[in-house]
């Protein structure tokens, strides 16, 4: 990755990847290039406008940010693991023993320590590329205009996708975790039904989801003795929308801000398109899921060992096609109790 530049408007001659410059140099391309008509000097001239044009486009995508992606923007995100790791072992942990009062020559003092249950998951590689044919270079250049960014954002997209779908799916085939994994431990809470037996908050009263979601947070503290204090609520988005405007009766307070004025430990609610009921990609419980968590990531991670990298361009026949590629481990669970599911808000 060393060898990776960022375009720099105020020094050009920099702005590229020389192993671009270099693959450009010796392909069958750039000389088809060198012509009055395209003002071309020589394949050195040509291959450096295009190593130029690469790298801004580059720089371009990995800029380039998509907010609809929920464990992208949402969740913490580490980096921990080396990226020549094929796999990554990790303990989720939990406190045992108790103290007692003692004598002043005890001998026999109870024991107090942490129990470690270690979890092995592989690292796998993602991988995407774009291209561009001999005849877009040869356009772009005659226009006077920079070669198409969409495709190199098109890449990144690709793999941003794969990756969020992980964090909450996780990836059975692969043995990796996701946060709706429906074997990683996270508890599930039971919601309370209304007098037609239906569990969904636009069935219930303002009072009624208040009643749901303070159960959440009393469900956690129960489980875990109140070490556990969750922080973030993420919720579907027409679930989001109706709690941002449904008015608590004689109050003046909508459901969210009541809840984010006065929910203790509540820091932020979060609208998540993953955990819609339609969203069988990465909702495998197929029904709206509340998902309440820590945002730490003492507590959990996405685990990244390699981001996203975009290797020198390749010469294919007429075109030239740059490769792309991430490393992910999926969800790292250190602490499940943590985070709290609800199916059926």
């Not at 060198?34 to 790298?55: K, N, T, Y």
């Not at 992208?72 to 790791?85: K, Q």
């Not at 010469?315 to 490769?323: A, D, T, Y």
Request: aromatic letters at 10%; glycine letters at 4%; a negative charge.
């Amino acid at each position: 990755m060393a060898n990776e530049k960022r375009y720099n408007p105020a020094r050009p001659s920099e702005g590229y990847d020389r192993g671009d410059l270099a693959a450009l140099k010796v392909s069958s391309l750039t000389p088809t290039m060198v012509c009055a008509e395209l003002r071309f000097d020589s394949v050195e001239d040509a291959s450096i406008f295009f190593a130029r044009q690469l790298d801004y486009i580059k720089a371009k995508s990995y800029d380039k940010v998509y907010p609809e992606f929920t464990a992208l923007n949402h969740f913490p995100i580490t980096h921990e693991v080396p990226e020549g790791a094929e796999s990554m072992t990790y303990y989720s942990y939990d406190k045992t023993g108790f103290a007692a009062i003692i004598s002043n020559y005890a001998s026999d003092l109870p024991r107090a320590d942490v129990k470690g249950n270690p979890t092995t998951v592989p690292v796998k590689s993602i991988g995407a590329s774009y291209g561009y044919s001999v005849q877009e270079m040869r356009a772009s250049r005659m226009a006077g205009k920079s070669l198409d960014v969409r495709k190199a954002n098109a890449a990144r997209y690709a793999c941003d996708r794969t990756v969020n779908m992980i964090a909450f799916a996780g990836d059975p085939k692969h043995k990796m975790q996701g946060m709706l994994s429906t074997d990683n431990n996270i508890p599930l809470y039971t919601l309370s039904t209304t007098e037609d037996g239906k569990t969904s908050w636009k069935d219930k009263t303002a009072s009624q989801i208040l009643d749901d979601i303070n159960g959440m947070f009393a469900y956690q503290a129960r489980l875990t003795q109140d070490v556990e204090r969750a922080d973030t609520l993420a919720l579907p988005p027409d679930v989001y929308i109706d709690l941002s405007t449904r008015q608590i009766p004689n109050t003046g307070f909508t459901v969210m801000k009541f809840l984010m004025e006065n929910a203790p430990y509540l820091k932020e609610i979060i609208s998540a398109p993953e955990l819609m009921d339609k969203n069988g990609e990465m909702n495998p419980y197929g029904e709206n899921v509340a998902l309440l968590y820590t945002n730490s990531e003492e507590k959990f991670s996405l685990e990244i060992p390699m981001p996203f990298y975009q290797y020198p361009l390749q010469n294919r026949n007429l075109e030239i096609v740059v490769p792309c590629e991430e490393r992910v481990a999926g969800i790292v669970l250190y602490y499940p109790m943590s985070a709290l599911i609800a199916v059926g808000v």
